[in-house]
């Protein structure tokens, strides 16, 4: 649905997604993981050490710019393939790029279809995952790791690469597309807190990629100003041109039209407090969606999602993760800091003010099930509700004391009521009876 020109909540739900995306790469690429005890699948160690020489030689070329040993990697009967890296190689040129390389999976090779095989009219013929690994200079400290799926056939001066996503039998051809796979990029830096940031799109959507960073410096101090320092400060954000882009980037399951934005990483190590791979990626409608306010917003709610990844478990209630990560955004949209603190619950949650006028304030707090389908944009403006009744009522240390000690997986209702007397004071139904209380005089003053 189109987005409305003001950061009216009723849009949320398009506007972002939130912390869900932030594992899907973790969830694409894990699997990859778990490899065969033996350490070698019964394919002869040679060979693959003749396979990963081949990769070594692709990633070389690719660091530095070697369009002509494409030539002697990619085998004669995949001119498509050599043309689109060539391609790749070209729009990989504006990218800072700390590490490039390709580690091929220790299991076993992959099953081919009979067309697979005989197609090439090899002497032999391999597929294999492979993990692409990244790191791009100033943002990642650790590198990141994507699924690639390469078809390998063996020629008389040796290994080449015939595919990089085959058909394979009884098996799935996972290949992960980065933004350099769908054209020529157009790269925007600027300098936040913890250093250089770049928001990376397309030379057709160049406009947004530069207001987007323009709005940046903001996001990342608005996230310092509540959250803290203790994160890297710096984002990596990657604005589609299309939705098979998207796709690429975020997966199947958080593609939608109605989302704005989606905040995804790698790996996460919680007692280490280190999370790879954090990203921010704009859905292709977004230049067209978005003006200067809800752009604001998207991108400090995202922010928040990138700052707390390595605190926050996966499975920990949507209504602190979401509603923290909202309230963070629209004060930052506020723009002005005297203005900040002034709460607008009609033009902020305007379906949920209407609920609350019309049938009162809810008793209870949103289910995580709520922040999907048709009930989301009640859930994601309820949900701002109690981060802003909280922030009101008990201070801004107590709302990130609060998020960090609900953000560490699910919470039983024993476990709530202890947190919320802890940190507040109150237990869940005091707590709930003061936040409509809240909501409810809110409604009524600012109609």
Partial sequence: MPARSSSSAGTRRWERLGLAGLVLALATAGFLLVVDPAGTGGVDTQVRADLQMVLDEWADAVRTGDSEALGTLIDDSSPALLEAERQRLAALSSVPLADFGYELVPEPALPLSGEAVTRFGADEVRAHRVLLRYAVDGIDDVPTRRPVTILFVHRPQGW????????????????WRGPWDHGPLHVAAVQTEGGRSLVIGHP????????????????????????????????????????EEFTHLVGPRH???????????????????????????????????????????????????????????????????????????????AGDPETRG?????????????????????????????????????????AWSIAAFTADEFGHDRLVALYRALATGPVPSARLDAVLTEFLGVDTAGFVDRWGRWLDERVRDTR
């Fill in 255 to 333: 593609d939608g039209d109605d989302i704005a934005a989606v905040a995804v990483s790698d790996d996460v190590d919680h007692e280490r407090r280190i999370a790879t791979g954090r990203r921010i990626v704009f859905n292709p409608a977004a230049s067209d969606r978005l003006d200067d306010t809800t752009l604001a917003v998207v991108l400090a709610h995202e922010m928040v999602h990138v700052a707390a990844r390595a605190d926050t478990v996966d499975g920990s209630p949507m209504w602190m993760l979401e509603g923290f990560a909202d309230y963070v955004g629209h004060r930052t949209a």
């Fill in 204 to 243: 057709d959507n160049a406009t947004f990629v530069d207001r987007t960073a323009r709005e940046l410096p903001s996001a990342v101090e608005s996230v310092d100003e509540l959250w803290g320092g203790d994160w890297p400060r710096r984002a990596l954000i990657l604005v589609t041109s299309t939705r």
């Fill in 342 to 382: 002034r709460t607008d619950v009609w033009r902020v949650a305007p379906t949920l003010s209407g609920q609350v006028a019309s049938a009162g304030a809810p008793d209870s707090l949103p289910a995580d099930d709520d922040f999907t389908g048709e009930r989301s944009a009640l859930a994601y403006e309820t």
């Fill in 160 to 175: 080449r690469i015939a595919d990089d996503a085959p058909v394979l039998a009884g098996a799935e051809s996972v290949t």
